[in-house]
């Protein structure tokens, strides 16, 4: 209602003073800069103490990598993006033996339950937080939101030259607020809770898992 | 509701006191989040650098609040985002109900929401046969129990799980009685994911609003949060409306501040900000999101230099776990959505001090609220405030509602003896006198019903015929 909106801002316009003097605000003090080693050992440290995997692997080695982990589980499936270029190069060497990858395709109107069904996701990354062990993801359209969330098993593959020190050097350095996407999510491990007498549980409604593939060279 | 509930403080405390298992409970649960908090922010240093930064950017959003909010509303309309205002509780809801009815839409699944408590919303929703479903374990727990939350970040602390197993056996069909925490959490992640699938509805609360970019941060653990956001094709954010911030680089120290001084986690699982509904050729996310801005007696406390502290709050509950009051009695003991220091500050505000001014009273000072505190709200001055409003009248504008409530003839004239006999020698010398003749006479007055509420827990002194001063002056010992 327009007049609870106007009533609201006359009565915060009048209690704001007006004359008001700034204090000075302290400067954020300066971050360590880190080296990518660093970065990749610090993150896969705190990441690792809140129950990811994290596998440090390269470019040749990666694909591997996945296919161990996932030789390693019985799967119904991977859910993954076809569209993207991680997406590509999964269908273009995949082995008859694998989980069956899973595209999503359609909107989720029309695909909600079997996104619930299934055992596993694979998404990219768009960066990593090394000072407190996250993963950033920006979903699109095609990588879409529910792939990091409804799975049990969220695989996520993350490039290491885009682990920034800090999400303050992040949001500075990728300029996020020119250009915010609908959805930006950093994600530290699979899912917890500490509800019932603060006992730590892994796996609520979120990922009971969470691997990461640190490509690294 | 809770204003038109009168809350019986008393009893309510004895109550709580006289609760071994609730005490034992909540002991273990507190000292737990304090030993969490102080390992995270081991380096004093950096953590009152990191606080002195929170303290100056939650200062500086509440000087610009009126413009802020209209540039958060600008920024997500333009977004796409609908945003409403709510004078009040009644109105939100309102707000809510309708976006929810105009959707045909029965199912509703919740998020972990402060002002929706505040609000009240899940009560007005199953008024008109809308199932209002608390996914947050927490939370989930204390729906099945017909409870409201006792923290406002661990909800359901004050019970163990030997009481959530058989809740669990006894609420949830064919559900066997466990007391494995694990499998406590499965039973509630099989039952809350068929939900998540079938909502029609997700209604969260919001951390941090970004007036920048129109962006929404939701801090949590379980994806519960994400679930509510993403799977139903709608989305209902309520927030109080001094959660907005100026700019996307205010948020990385207040999350910081936020989760260590919550739960001692230096970033949460998910941190999950939303500046859009689904876009032309996006998956999924909700096709409309609603932001409801509640004022509900905000824009009077923004009006005083004092009272204004309070709103800097990012509810993290850390003043709750460190306070010797609420650690003993827990949430439900006072009686209203906000427990603890931060919610004995906040809610005599908004209710007005003759329903909750007695919220002020239960604390001793200790200032263990104000140490702790990522902010730096000076909740015990503003606590003392609201005790010295509760007797006087004034006529400030900014006083707060309710001022002069307790104000009574017998307790002045007391204050004003009190004064006088501290003030001069003749009084002083009297007041002994008396009391010296009077003596142990006085005990008599415990039972006089002013005096009861005081002695019911304390004993009565008993005076001594002879002051020490007399006895001192007789001995000829010299009193200069």
């Not at chain 2, 907005?244 to 999350?255: A, F, H, K, N, Q």
Request: net charge neutral.
């Amino acid at each position: 209602m327009s007049s609870s909106r106007d009533n609201i801002l006359a009565r915060l316009r009048a209690a704001v003073p007006q004359d008001h003097a700034v204090a000075p605000e302290p400067a954020t003090p300066p971050s360590v800069e880190l080296s990518r080693t660093e970065k990749v050992a610090r993150l896969k440290q705190r990441m690792e103490a809140m129950h990811a995997e994290v596998v440090v692997t390269d470019a040749a080695g990666w694909r591997d990598a996945l296919k161990t982990v996932l030789r390693n589980r019985s799967l119904n499936g991977l859910l993954y993006a076809p569209a993207t270029a991680l997406g590509q190069e999964l269908a273009a060497a995949w082995d008859s033996d694998l989980p069956p990858l899973v595209g999503y395709t359609e909107d989720v109107e029309q695909s909600k339950e079997r996104l619930f069904a299934i055992d596993a996701s694979i998404t990219s990354t768009q960066g990593g937080l090394a000072d407190v062990g996250a993963l950033i993801l920006w979903p699109d359209p095609n990588e879409p939101r529910l792939m990091s969330l409804a799975p049990p098993l969220h695989i996520a593959v993350l490039d290491a030259t885009k682990i920034h020190d800090s999400l303050a050097d992040a949001i500075a350095l990728e300029r996020w607020q020119e250009r915010m996407p609908t959805n930006v999510l950093l994600i530290s491990g699979p899912s917890k809770t500490a509800d019932i007498e603060l006992v730590l549980t892994f796996g609520v409604h979120g990922p009971k898992e969470l691997i990461v593939l640190i490509l690294d060279g | 509701m809770a204003s038109s509930v009168v809350v019986d403080f008393p009893k309510n405390f004895a109550n709580a006191l006289s609760n071994p298992q609730l005490r034992r409970n909540l002991r273990a649960a507190m000292d737990t989040l304090g030993m969490r908090r102080r390992a995270i922010f081991s380096d004093k240093d950096a953590f009152e650098a990191l606080r002195a930064q929170g303290d100056a950017i939650r200062q500086r959003s509440l000087r610009q609040l009126p413009q802020l909010l209209e540039q958060l509303e600008k920024k997500c309309t333009e977004n796409g985002i609908q945003v409403h205002w709510a004078e009040t509780t009644t109105e939100a809801s309102q707000i809510c109900l309708s976006i929810i009815q105009s959707h045909h839409a029965t199912r509703v699944i919740k998020g972990k929401s402060m002002v929706s408590e505040e609000m009240h919303l899940n009560h007005v929703l199953e008024e008109h046969g809308i199932e209002a479903l608390e996914t947050d374990l927490g939370e989930y727990i204390i729906q099945l129990d017909h409870e409201t939350p006792s923290h406002i970040i661990v909800p359901a602390i004050h019970k163990n799980r030997d009481q959530i197993a058989r809740l669990f056996h006894d609420k949830i069909p064919n559900t066997p009685y466990t007391e494995v925490v694990e499998e406590l959490n499965a039973i509630a992640r099989k039952v809350l994911r068929e939900k998540f699938c079938a909502g029609e509805v997700g209604v969260s609360g919001v951390n941090f609003a970004v007036a920048e970019t129109g962006t929404l941060c939701l801090v949590e653990n379980e994806g519960n949060g994400r679930m509510c956001t993403t799977a139903p094709p709608v989305h209902i954010a309520v927030m109080g409306l001094e959660k907005v911030v100026e700019r996307l680089t205010d948020v990385p120290p207040l999350l910081r501040l936020l989760t260590g001084s919550a739960t001692g986690q230096l970033i949460t699982t998910y941190f999950n900000m939303i500046t859009s509904p689904r876009k032309s050729g996006e998956k999924d996310g909700p096709k409309e999101v609603h932001l409801v801005l509640l004022d509900n007696g905000r824009s009077k406390i923004l009006a005083d230099p004092e009272l204004r502290q309070t709103l800097k709050c990012i509810r993290c509950g850390a003043c709750l776990n460190h306070c010797p009051v609420y650690t003993r009695l827990g949430g439900h003991a006072y009686g209203y959505v906000y427990p603890g220091p931060i919610g004995s500050i906040l809610t005599p505000q908004i209710e007005g001090l003759e329903n909750a001014g007695a919220m002020a009273s239960a604390s001793t000072l200790c200032g263990a609220c104000e140490e702790v505190c990522p902010v730096k709200i000076p909740i015990t001055h503003i606590l003392r405030r609201l005790r010295n409003e509760s007797y006087s009248k004034t006529d400030s504008p900014n006083a707060v509602k309710g001022h002069g409530y307790k104000s009574n003839l017998a307790e002045s004239l007391t204050w004003k003896g009190w004064a006088l006999t501290n003030s001069a020698p003749w009084a002083n010398v009297l007041n002994a006198k008396l009391l010296g003749l009077l003596g142990s006479q006085l005990t008599k007055l415990s039972k006089v019903e002013l005096v009861k509420n005081w002695t019911q827990v304390r004993t009565m002194p008993k005076f001594a015929s002879k002051s020490l001063h007399a006895l001192a002056k007789e001995k000829g010992i010299s009193d200069e």
